[in-house]
Nanobody, 126 residues
């Protein structure tokens, strides 16, 4: 069973940057697809960015392409989401999630990621 803990959220002005971290324990993330998702009150959780197992590929939502970058540090068992040029509409609770290690391919949708962290709040406001 993998446990995930997000960190790095906070309050930032429009145009600013944040780096979110997703640290894992109990299992290695190396052979799992990992996703970053976000949710605002009253809306469904949406996929922001996902990285395939073995780093075979990445996905970005159209709304964050060119601004966000997902990466993995296997030595630290941590996945990151670098967020640049932040906009007020990026305000949300951000969650990381892990797919089971036996998953070959997983679309970046919450239903494919059964293990979740507790979330970290990102607020973009002047």
């Amino acid at each position: 069973q993998v446990q995930l803990v997000e960190s790095g959220g906070g309050l930032v002005q429009p145009g600013g940057s944040l780096r979110l971290s997703c640290a894992a324990s109990g299992s290695t993330l190396n052979y799992r697809a990992i996703g970053w998702f976000r949710q605002v009150p009253g809306k469904e959780r949406e996929g922001v960015s996902c990285i395939a197992k073995n780093d075979d590929g990445t996905y970005y939502a159209d709304s964050v392409k060119g601004r966000f970058t997902i990466s993995r540090d296997n030595a630290k068992n941590t996945v990151y989401l670098q967020m640049n040029s932040l906009k007020p509409e990026d305000t949300a609770v951000y969650y990381c999630a892990a797919a089971p290690p036996w998953t070959v391919q997983a679309t970046c949708a919450p239903r494919n990621f059964p293990s979740w962290g507790q979330g970290t709040q990102v607020t973009v406001s002047s």
